[in-house]
């Protein structure tokens, strides 16, 4: 098949859930030659990156700084307040839910898995009944994610705050905000989150490679509560270091900070609130196109309700093998990577080919969103898809309408 005349030239564009597209201005910011790591610059600039990103979180409370991915919060915040032999609740709604419990076995805790599936968010009143048979108040913590990637649900995690209240419950609330901080409104403080976990490379719009833990005054009761923590995973010198090398329990990820420092400003400089509502708009452009599409064709996200949808990331389901035909039209013809449909199927099932996701979380601006939805629109037409007419347009009324 020839290659297609515009797939050779701009830039291409990485339209899924993380990594994230990069701004030049963090990536600028990146480019410089090896800073030194005992004294002057980066130590002072250091300091200033742990209260700016509170003030992402939300919380007033504690930051620990981790080099790893996501994967790694969910090590460290559960290392730092449950034994092994101990009991979590994991309400799951994807399979980052379920890779969380399934970290916390690796450590020897007990964990308790309520599966509400791929097309559910958490409810509630099954959480709150589970935790009212719990007398004896086992569960010490309950594990929730608030956007989870792979369905694209978004769940009430004041809610779950609201159920460990009502039953006085003292069990921690940790949520899982990679693919929600910077992007969805979180409120740490507000909520009564203890333990919250978020990587670089989604909405904090720096590559891969670092991660944080904010937590409050009562899960670091939890952690001195602790037989022991491993030297690397404590959170207690990251948080409060005496000493700079501390923060990373070794040598900082230099060039990652000065990236960070970057997108850091850049969110402030936007202010929080404008970045939730940027997101929600282009979010709700991307709906809009979707159930333009789903109108006459098989295309339609897998969250009904938007209310219960991330404003980061949109699941989709177009029949297999048409999500990954699209997936591949796109990419080889116009630079255009989508998102695969991560956990929805088994690799090895033929579903698997019926889904994809789209991602639209971090430095991400409206025509950039049509962007990507025009070559959608021209790949299902390329690809003489069944779909409904008239996406583009109910995208941009609701881009035009701000």
Known sequence: MPQHPLAAFGR??????GPSVMPDRVLRAMHRSAPNIYHGALIEMVEGIVPDLK???RTKQHVA???GNGHATWEACLSNTVMAGEKVLVPA???FGLGWADVAVGLGIDAEVMDFGKSSAIDPVRVAERLAADKAHQIKAVLAVHVDTSTSFKNDIAALRAVLDDLDHPALLMADCMASLGCDPFEMDEWGVDV???GSQKGMMVPPGMCFVFFSDKAAEARARMDRVSRYWDWTPRAHPTAFFEYWNGTAPT????GLRAALDMIHDEGIENVWRRHHLLARAVWAAVEAWGADGPMKMNVPDPAQRGHSVTAI???APNATKLRNWTEENLGLTLGIGLGMAETSDPAWHGYFRLGHMGHVSGHMVMGMLGGIDSGLKALDLPHGNGALEAASKVIAAG
């Open 55 to 57: 003030r992402v979180a």
């Open 255 to 258: 060039h990652h900070l000065y």
């Open 65 to 67: 700084m981790y080099i």
């Open 93 to 95: 709604t994807g399979r």
């Open 12 to 17: 291409d564009y990485l339209a899924i859930p």
């Open 196 to 198: 919250v976990i978020a």
């Open 317 to 319: 389901g177009l029949g």
